[in-house]
């Protein structure tokens, strides 16, 4: 049975986790995952974090960071510019975007016309140009996401992923902080595609990468340094568009100490949100009173995107399963077990 990271205490937290150690430990998130693999060609599917808000309502204060930009997230753009989100994070295939898009649009008819979808390449396990991803899939994945345990590894937009010459997929953790007496939760999910074999491959104490040799994973011969993560972050801090922004920028720092390395071809993108702002969508009033924190009180939550980033992306890996897809490729998950040792 599939053990997480907190399970296999491989990490030290400086944090307390919550509940589910999950993104949905931010009151009011849901997680969907609609997964599909079906014969030998179709290892793909799309994932959704739904936000506490109704789109045709209002508006939550979001940001964002673009690591290296060799890849896609539609409506990123407009975040950056007006600091909102309007609705659901959407994440698939690079080539099932389009078709997302278009699900969600019809989907929220009258209420988003700028989703916001994050696309990862997955393939070398899917028969990408299939496109299987269709419109039921993506508003079944609306519909039945929930909110408590969020499913990992090969679900959903992970199903098809590869990181760091492993099976990955999708991942979550979350922590708690404390700020000048109350209480607070940061939520990561990451759809971790992070590719090739990297030598620097570490969780914790144990130097995977440098004590890897021996372990059969055909991907690893793979010269292909194409990857791409799509980083989601969650939080109740009452943050502005530029404070998101900063916390965006730190959950990279998470990547690193895991052993990553956005090489040329990498799209690694970090959304950000708050959910304790609630924007009117409607002009009914000319001024808005919005709280935030004191940026004194930030290096707390840097600290805690840290952690919940680099969890979660252990957590994609310790989640997945060995996996044969298109053209008979395998990729096999990481034996954790050979470390634990």
Known sequence: MKKRA?????????YKRGKFNAITDVEGIKVGHITLIKGKDVRTGVSVVLPPID???????????????????????????KAKLNGP????????????????????????????????WDGYL???????????????????????????????????????????????????????????????????????FSKYLRMGKFLIGESIQGISNKNMNE?????????????????????????????????????????????DFVIAFSTANKIPRKREVVSLEIECIHEGFLDDAFEAVIESTEEAMINSLLMAEDMVGRDNREVKSLRIEKFLK
């Open 55 to 81: 789109p045709s309502k209002n508006s939550l204060i979001a940001g964002g960071y673009v690591f290296n930009g060799n890849g896609e997230v539609t409506g990123l753009h407009y975040i950056m510019e």
């Open 6 to 14: 907190n399970e296999l205490n491989i990490i030290k937290n400086h």
């Open 126 to 196: 899917n028969d990408i140009e299939g496109r299987y991803v269709k419109k039921k899939h993506v508003f079944s994945c609306i519909k039945n996401a929930k909110s408590g345990k969020v499913e990992e590894g090969c679900v959903g937009a992970g199903t098809g992923m590869i990181s760091l010459g492993f099976k990955a997929g999708i991942g979550t953790s979350s922590r708690i902080v404390n700020l000048n007496g109350k209480k607070y939760t940061i939520g990561v999910l990451v759809n971790n595609n992070l590719g090739s």
């Open 223 to 267: 010269d292909s340094k194409q990857s791409s993560i799509i980083i989601i972050i969650a939080t109740d801090i009452p943050l502005t568009h530029n404070q998101l922004n900063r916390l965006s920028k730190h959950a990279v720092l998470g990547m690193a100490r895991l052993g990553a390395v956005s090489f040329t071809g990498s799209g």
């Open 89 to 120: 994070i959407f994440l698939t295939n690079t080539l099932s975007l389009g078709d997302v898009f278009s699900a969600v649009v019809e989907y929220y008819k009258g209420k988003i016309v700028l989703p916001v979808i994050g696309e990862c």
